[in-house]
């Protein structure tokens, strides 16, 4: 079974803090990718990583940074974190061509 | 924008029959299509994933795909009151690019 595990379920953090939202996989997937989900929003893609060291961004990148410093963790940095960070993320991992699997998700909410 | 569309619902059927969730998408060159399941809270699980034309059975769930129509959907046999969730629709794509629709809430009565 595909384990994908997300470091929090719940973190609430102040405006201004850099926020690090961590997700690690064991089944050596080389493609990772992170999310927010908003209500009425659906998914959307902040960030992904195809192989270690290796990022693009997705379609709402602004304000968020990744880091894949070793193929089984992708990490997800808040800069200088909003209120309007304030969301569900969720990570994802696959091997390439096959289906993505998700983590349990981070609940983040911004003060 | 490629985009993903689906019914918000709620989509309510009684226990036992079937349930029809419907997905149109944009990107004509898509070749990849998923249907995943969240319950309140919980994040998205995978329950079927469909390539080829024509319909792909997995027990009480099939899923149908039309490329000439652009259409996917996903029926649910036998319908249950623990199948109550959102189902989201994905499509691939390009290599990497997952594209969600926002869902349609499905709730099934005892």
């Known amino acids: 079974d595909v384990k994908v595990t997300q470091s929090s379920r719940y973190l609430v953090k102040r405006t201004g803090e850099k926020v690090f939202l961590e997700c690690v996989q064991d089944m050596d997937h080389e493609n990772m990718f992170w999310y927010r989900q908003d209500p009425g929003l659906g998914l959307r893609l902040i960030y992904f990583s195809y192989d270690v060291k290796m990022k693009e961004k997705g379609d709402i990148p602004e304000g968020y940074s990744v880091s894949r410093e070793k193929k089984e963790r992708f990490s997800l940095i808040l800069e200088s974190a909003s209120t309007n960070q304030t969301s569900m993320y969720l990570c994802?991992?696959?091997?390439?061509?096959?289906?993505?699997?998700f983590g349990d998700g981070t609940r983040l909410s911004i003060l | 924008q490629k985009e993903v569309e689906q019914n918000s619902g709620p989509l309510s059927v009684p226990e036992g029959a079937i349930a029809s969730l419907n997905c149109t998408y944009s990107?004509?060159?898509?070749?990849?299509f998923f249907w995943y399941r969240q319950y309140s809270g919980k994040s998205p699980e995978l329950i079927m994933f469909?390539?080829?034309?024509g319909d792909k059975e997995d027990g009480r769930f099939t899923a149908q795909l039309n490329k000439a129509s652009q259409y996917v959907s996903l029926l649910i046999r036998d319908s249950q009151p623990s199948d109550s969730a959102t189902y989201l629709c994905?499509?691939?794509?390009?290599?990497?690019?997952?594209?969600f629709g926002t869902g349609t809430r499905l709730k099934v009565l005892a």
């Open positions: 994905a499509v691939l794509s390009g290599t990497y690019k997952y594209i």
């Open positions: 994802a991992s696959r091997v390439e061509n096959q289906p993505q699997h």
């Open positions: 990107d004509r060159g898509s070749q990849s």
């Open positions: 469909i390539y080829s034309n």
